[in-house]
């Protein structure tokens, strides 16, 4: 078989058929779409929704003091400003999310 890869991410390539395309060809496997991003007010708006929803308390331990909102799905992973990727949480469980997802 030759050797055709279909991209699949930033480094990762895997092995396909090239029937219908041109060999060597390099195909993404998911369309990219747009992520939803606010504008600084209506962010701040939302910001305020997810903390009402969560009723002031961090999701994670039950603290009500330093509160942040997490995106459950990283920005950078095209998640969305939207009221079902953003949680409520405390400045160190958030801090804990983080250094969970670099490690």
Known sequence: ???????????????????????????PL???RPRLRLDPESYRRLCR????????RCQLCGRT????V???KPRSRL???ALQ????????CHDDLHRQRRG
Do not use: Y
């Not at 930033?10 to 395309?21: A, E, M, Q, V």
């Not at 929704?49 to 002031?56: H, N």
């Not at 003091?65 to 942040?68: G, P």
């Open 65 to 68: 003091v330093e509160l942040q």
């Open 49 to 56: 929704q997810v903390l009402e929803r969560d009723r002031w």
């Open 79 to 81: 998640g969305d400003d």
């Open 85 to 92: 990727n953003l949680i409520a949480v405390c400045a160190k």
């Open 30 to 32: 998911r369309p990219r």
């Open 1 to 27: 078989m030759p050797n055709a890869f279909i991209w699949a991410g930033s480094s990762r390539l895997r092995p396909s058929s090239t029937r219908g395309r041109a060999k060597g060809f390099v195909m």
């Open 70 to 72: 997490h995106h459950i």
